[in-house]
């Protein structure tokens, strides 16, 4: 597979829509057509919908083609924040990990990186991370920060300056003594790249919280957008029990006797 390899390759120059873009091997022409067609969305400040065929390293193509139009068009300091959302924990590690390859081999200005994920996936407390239940975990963590009693919370040091492997990033939070689920929020402040789950943008009850992330002229991407929908639905569909239900009939009738 000449992506496994691409490590031990050297890298490609293109000029696609007038922007110097970097890719890891040489490109094919349905890759080439994809980068194109980013660019233009981008330059343009337009929304695209993408398709790409199964195992031509879309993800790699996405990622080349929106850094390098990035590194071409601004200096770092202005460069407009890049926000790439996936379906699931296990994707986004995945995305992480390609762009960590990415950010080895190929020479653009340096690229800040912020994932945000759950506790489940980055508490490293020894009483919190033991909870299975994640509503515990979130009432568990917010008590000992009010309290004081969370010594990584605390602990305000950054001890990455990006996120290139999620669990390299949390070992190293866990030996500096950080937090990493508040380390990377504190990271996305001044991070070019913030990867994160789809529901974070989605969902109603988590929006007013993130809403703050998003800065203007940002590049927004949902990665995996056939997926989209059910995301959507899942983001705005609650459970009413049958006990809940019984209760708003009595006052209901209540109110109606009266």
Same mark, same amino acid.
């Given at each position: 597979?000449?992506?496994?390899?691409?490590?031990?390759? $050297?890298?490609?120059?293109?000029?696609?829509?007038?922007?110097?873009?970097?890719?890891?091997?040489?490109?094919? #022409?349905?890759?080439?057509?994809?980068?194109?067609?980013?660019?233009?969305?981008?330059?343009?400040?337009?929304?695209?919908?993408?398709?790409?065929?199964?195992?031509?390293?879309? %993800?790699? $193509?996405?990622?080349?083609?929106?850094?390098?139009?990035?590194? &071409?068009?601004?200096?770092?300091?202005?460069?407009?924040?890049?926000?790439?959302? %996936?379906?699931?924990?296990? =994707?986004?590690?995945?995305?992480?990990?390609?762009?960590?390859?990415?950010?080895?081999?190929? +020479?653009?200005? +340096?690229?800040?990186?912020?994932?945000?994920?759950?506790?489940?996936?980055?508490?490293?407390?020894?009483?919190?991370?033991?909870? &299975?239940? +994640?509503?515990?975990?979130?009432?568990?963590? @917010?008590?000992?920060?009010? @309290?004081?009693?969370?010594?990584?919370?605390?602990?305000?040091?950054?001890?990455?300056?990006?996120?290139?492997?999620?669990?390299?990033?949390?070992?190293?939070?866990?030996?500096?003594?950080?937090?990493?689920?508040? %380390?990377?929020?504190?990271?996305?402040?001044?991070? !070019?790249?913030?990867?994160?789950?789809? =529901?974070?943008?989605?969902?109603? !009850?988590?929006?007013?919280?993130?809403?703050?992330?998003?800065?203007? #002229?940002?590049?927004?991407?949902?990665?995996?957008?056939?997926?989209?929908?059910?995301?959507?639905?899942?983001?705005?569909?609650?459970?009413?029990?049958?006990?809940?239900?019984?209760?708003?009939?009595?006052?209901?009738?209540?109110?109606? &006797?009266?």
């Amino acid at each position: 597979n000449e992506y496994k390899s691409y490590l031990r390759m $050297s890298y490609q120059t293109l000029e696609i829509e007038g922007v110097k873009v970097l890719f890891p091997f040489k490109p094919y #022409d349905n890759q080439i057509a994809y980068m194109k067609e980013v660019i233009q969305a981008i330059s343009s400040k337009k929304n695209a919908i993408l398709a790409s065929p199964i195992g031509s390293d879309r %993800t790699v $193509s996405l990622l080349c083609a929106v850094l390098s139009w990035c590194d &071409a068009k601004a200096p770092p300091s202005e460069r407009p924040k890049v926000y790439l959302a %996936t379906r699931s924990h296990t =994707h986004l590690s995945q995305v992480v990990s390609e762009l960590g390859k990415l950010i080895k081999v190929l +020479p653009w200005k +340096p690229v800040r990186v912020a994932v945000l994920g759950s506790r489940d996936n980055y508490c490293v407390h020894d009483v919190v991370s033991g909870f &299975a239940n +994640p509503q515990r975990k979130v009432e568990e963590c @917010n008590n000992l920060r009010e @309290n004081g009693s969370c010594s990584y919370f605390q602990n305000k040091k950054i001890p990455v300056s990006t996120v290139t492997d999620i669990e390299e990033y949390v070992s190293s939070c866990k030996k500096t003594q950080v937090c990493p689920y508040y %380390t990377n929020y504190r990271m996305a402040d001044t991070a !070019d790249v913030i990867i994160l789950p789809y =529901h974070y943008l989605l969902d109603m !009850d988590l929006q007013e919280h993130y809403e703050t992330l998003i800065k203007p #002229d940002s590049i927004i991407i949902f990665d995996e957008g056939h997926v989209l929908n059910r995301a959507c639905e899942k983001g705005f569909t609650f459970r009413i029990s049958i006990e809940t239900i019984e209760e708003a009939n009595e006052d209901v009738i209540g109110r109606d &006797a009266a």
